[in-house]
């Protein structure tokens, strides 16, 4: 395809993706890297310990033996890493390298490290996936073994997906250490591979305070591959946003986004438009906003989202907030099921439009076979200035339907982000109306 006149210089650059980590581990030093990984294994095994008490004393005691560390010392070990984990990542890169640095290594390692709870139980699953990675990663190096091993143990406990485990990602990757399996040279990234792999390591772990079945170590890998690529940049929004603008009806829309006045968009959105969105590499509305910056950058996206948000919960938490920001547009990707949340969606969108706040939302998010809500007939909505932008049949008639739900039935894949994404793009640079042509 020729290239587009409208590719702004530097493109190419801006969407480069990196391979690995910018720092490699040669580059840091080993002992003190050896400090911090450890230190995140024994904090996070602390956690689960507290976790293993529904477990019953008897399991607790013979595969998660606390070594008599009390309670308080082990609340005090989780509190440690996450303090540790939010210190800017630049400069736990620059301690690690031997730099000049304002992180203080030692405020937090020295007493999770001198802790005396110990992870030794062959059947722990740190443990279980330390043996399996060093059967199928053979020439890593023990380091890196823990490092992966690392980022599953907190993968396994899913209720820290959005905060700890993105830290986690984010610092490792940072300092150069390999964040999913393929780093190792260990080959597979579809989902029966992970679920093959899965079945191995299940059968091998003990009694845990989290699901160890195929399905859910499965669900980890597939968790590891999508944001072990985001953070180490070999697949985030930079790089679908540079596919995306390979597609011609995207080309030709760049000029009529670049003409755009400047816009506040605002997106009340739930986790489909979220950056650490987990079943994709990158969601539809930070591979947009990234665009925005290049062809628009005048205009400003601001997101105000909650995991499975509803409209009723829109309207307690950011109902007055996007109101005092005063965008020009709002976005609604909500679940507007019943008649509470379709009260809430009414109420909203009569406020913001009495603001003189346009208001827009998709027609479907198909197949996400719980967005019910007819928006062009209900009542509730039909006689609102609701522009409802129609994607459904588009979504319908894609040749890559069948690969759009993910493993929990519920998020969606890549190929539905990136469909969106072209939409959505079309729709703010006005290449394409509420009823496509």
Same mark, same amino acid.
């Given at each position: !395809?020729?290239?587009?006149?409208?590719l702004?210089?530097?493109?190419?650059?801006?969407?480069?993706?990196?391979? #690995?980590?910018q720092?490699?581990?040669?580059?840091?030093?080993?002992?003190?890297?050896?400090?911090?990984?450890?230190?995140?294994?024994?904090?996070?095994?602390?956690?689960?310990?507290?976790?293993?008490?529904?477990?019953? =004393?008897?399991?607790?005691?013979?595969? @998660?033996?606390?070594?008599?560390?009390?309670?308080?010392?082990?609340?005090k070990?989780?509190?440690?890493?996450?303090a *540790?984990?939010?210190?800017p990542?630049?400069?736990?890169?620059?301690w690690?390298?031997?730099?000049?640095?304002?992180?203080?290594?030692?405020?937090?390692?020295?007493?999770?490290?001198? +802790?005396?709870?110990?992870?030794?139980?062959?059947?722990?699953?740190?443990?279980?996936?330390?043996?399996?990675?060093?059967?199928?990663?053979?020439?890593?190096?023990?380091i =890196?073994?823990?490092?992966?091993?690392?980022?599953?143990?907190?993968?396994?406990?899913?209720?820290?997906d959005?905060?700890?485990?993105?830290?986690?990602f984010?610092?490792?990757?940072?300092?150069?250490?390999?964040?999913?399996?393929?780093?190792?040279?260990?080959?597979?990234e579809?989902?029966?591979?992970?679920?093959?792999?899965?079945?191995?390591?299940?059968?091998?772990?003990?009694?845990?305070?989290y699901?160890?079945?195929?399905?859910?170590?499965?669900?980890?890998?597939r968790? !590891?591959?999508?944001?072990?690529?985001?953070?180490?940049?070999?697949?985030?929004k930079?790089?679908?946003?540079?596919?995306?603008?390979s597609?011609?009806?995207?080309?030709?829309?760049?000029?009529?986004?670049?003409?755009?006045?400047?816009?506040?968009?605002?997106?009340?959105?739930?986790?489909?438009?979220?950056?650490?969105?987990?079943?994709?590499?990158?969601?539809?509305?930070?591979?947009?906003t990234?665009?925005?910056?290049? #062809?628009?950058?005048?205009?400003?996206?601001?997101?105000?989202q909650?995991?499975?948000?509803?409209?009723?919960?829109?309207?307690?938490?950011? #109902?007055?907030?996007? %109101?005092?920001?005063?965008?020009? %547009?709002?976005?609604?990707?909500? !679940?507007?099921?019943?008649?509470?949340?379709?009260?809430?969606?009414?109420? *909203?969108?009569l406020?913001?439009?009495?603001?003189?706040?346009?208001?827009?939302?998709?027609?479907?998010? @198909?197949?996400?076979?719980?967005?019910l809500?007819?928006?062009? +007939?209900?009542?509730?909505?039909?006689?609102?200035?609701?522009?409802?932008?129609?994607v459904?049949k588009?979504l319908e008639a894609?040749?890559?339907?069948e690969?759009f739900?993910?493993?929990?039935?519920?998020?969606?894949?890549?190929? @539905?982000? *990136?469909? !969106?994404?072209?939409?959505?793009?079309? #729709?703010?640079?006005?290449?394409?109306?509420?009823?496509?042509?």
């Amino acid at each position: !395809m020729k290239k587009s006149s409208f590719l702004p210089t530097g493109l190419l650059g801006f969407f480069c993706s990196l391979a #690995y980590a910018q720092q490699g581990v040669k580059t840091m030093d080993k002992a003190k890297i050896e400090a911090f990984v450890d230190a995140n294994i024994k904090a996070v095994h602390a956690y689960e310990v507290l976790a293993s008490k529904k477990l019953g =004393e008897k399991i607790r005691s013979k595969y @998660w033996n606390t070594a008599g560390v009390p309670d308080a010392e082990l609340k005090k070990l989780v509190e440690l890493q996450k303090a *540790m984990l939010a210190e800017p990542v630049s400069e736990i890169a620059a301690w690690a390298a031997g730099e000049k640095s304002v992180f203080d290594g030692s405020k937090h390692l020295d007493f999770i490290n001198a +802790s005396k709870l110990t992870s030794e139980n062959p059947k722990l699953p740190l443990n279980v996936w330390l043996d399996w990675l060093k059967i199928k990663a053979p020439t890593s190096s023990q380091i =890196e073994r823990k490092t992966v091993a690392n980022i599953q143990q907190v993968l396994s406990e899913v209720e820290r997906d959005g905060d700890l485990l993105q830290d986690l990602f984010r610092v490792y990757a940072k300092i150069g250490l390999p964040v999913l399996t393929g780093q190792l040279g260990i080959t597979g990234e579809t989902d029966e591979d992970f679920l093959a792999w899965g079945t191995e390591i299940s059968e091998n772990i003990g009694f845990t305070p989290y699901s160890k079945d195929p399905e859910a170590v499965q669900m980890a890998f597939r968790k !590891m591959y999508n944001w072990g690529r985001r953070f180490t940049g070999l697949r985030d929004k930079f790089v679908l946003g540079k596919e995306l603008l390979s597609l011609p009806e995207v080309t030709t829309a760049i000029p009529l986004f670049a003409k755009q006045p400047q816009r506040k968009i605002a997106v009340i959105g739930h986790s489909f438009t979220m950056e650490t969105h987990w079943s994709t590499p990158a969601s539809f509305i930070p591979i947009v906003t990234e665009l925005t910056k290049l #062809y628009n950058p005048k205009s400003e996206f601001k997101y105000f989202q909650q995991g499975g948000m509803s409209a009723v919960t829109a309207q307690r938490l950011f #109902y007055s907030p996007v %109101l005092e920001w005063k965008p020009d %547009l709002v976005v609604f990707v909500i !679940m507007g099921e019943g008649p509470e949340n379709r009260k809430a969606l009414r109420e *909203m969108i009569l406020g913001y439009t009495a603001a003189g706040i346009k208001c827009c939302i998709f027609d479907s998010l @198909w197949p996400a076979d719980w967005d019910l809500l007819p928006k062009g +007939s209900d009542p509730e909505l039909k006689d609102l200035k609701l522009n409802i932008i129609e994607v459904k049949k588009i979504l319908e008639a894609s040749p890559e339907k069948e690969k759009f739900k993910c493993l929990d039935g519920i998020h969606l894949t890549e190929p @539905w982000h *990136m469909l !969106m994404a072209r939409e959505w793009f079309k #729709y703010l640079a006005g290449a394409r109306k509420e009823k496509p042509e």
